[in-house]
């Protein structure tokens, strides 16, 4: 499983664990917060994983952070060829593993961002990997996505089912010891938590009067 320190990582992972014995990816490429990183291993360590494996990517940056690039539309968080890169690696540890499955977190909202995100992309990405690796196809690999079809306030309301610990989870495209509370991953988080309904669990740590 692809596990970052997010909410629908941290989602998919608790559900996923619940059919499946799990073994976790969580990528360290350049610029990501720490604390996203801490958050990976605290996910894990909480879901009681088979294993837990980091695999660094220094040269690997968001579009933000590369002289020149141009973002056509998205938004400087975006990584080139993202999901591509990240998903041979998962592949890669599947035939390791030999495991049955790949499961990455990604939600309805992220597949109307990126086009790497889509159902088109991962049913040709899973194709592709299958008919270059015979071991893929002896174990029936298959790319799976639990949250496809959900809304990220819908995902909350799942991970609050689940007893997700929340608390624990990273949404901040910044570096620091708290979230910001500004940048586009804590608007969001503080969106879909009032749009389900439920109270996030590091309302302690926003600013008393919030926009």
């Avoid at 020149?68 to 591509?84: C, Q």
């Avoid at 089912?161 to 010891?177: A, I, K, M, N």
């Avoid at 749009?195 to 309302?203: N, S």
Wanted: aromatic share 8%.
């Amino acid at each position: 499983m692809l596990l970052s320190g997010g909410i629908d990582s941290a989602t998919s992972l608790f559900l996923t664990k619940t059919k499946r014995r799990v073994r976790a990816l969580t990528f360290e490429y350049q610029g990501i917060a720490q604390k996203e990183l801490d958050s990976a291993r605290e996910m894990a360590s909480q879901a009681g994983v088979v294993e837990h494996r980091f695999v660094r990517l220094p040269d690997l940056k968001e579009a933000g952070d590369i002289p020149g690039f141009e973002l056509h539309g998205l938004p400087p968080t975006y990584i080139p060829a993202r999901n591509a890169i990240f998903y041979s690696f998962a592949e890669s540890y599947a035939e390791e593993k030999g495991a049955s499955a790949i499961v990455g977190g990604h939600n309805r909202d992220d597949q109307e961002a990126f086009d790497d995100v889509s159902q088109g992309f991962f049913s040709s990405l899973e194709t592709a990997l299958k008919m270059g690796y015979p071991t893929l196809r002896k174990n029936r690999v298959r790319i799976v996505l639990p949250l496809k079809r959900m809304r990220k306030v819908e995902v909350i309301r799942l991970g609050a089912s689940l007893h997700v610990p929340f608390e624990q989870t990273w949404s901040c495209h910044r570096d620091g010891r708290a979230h910001c509370w500004s940048c586009p991953g804590c608007l969001s988080r503080r969106r879909s938590f009032r749009g389900a309904g439920i109270p996030d669990p590091l309302d302690e740590a926003k600013p008393a009067k919030v926009t």
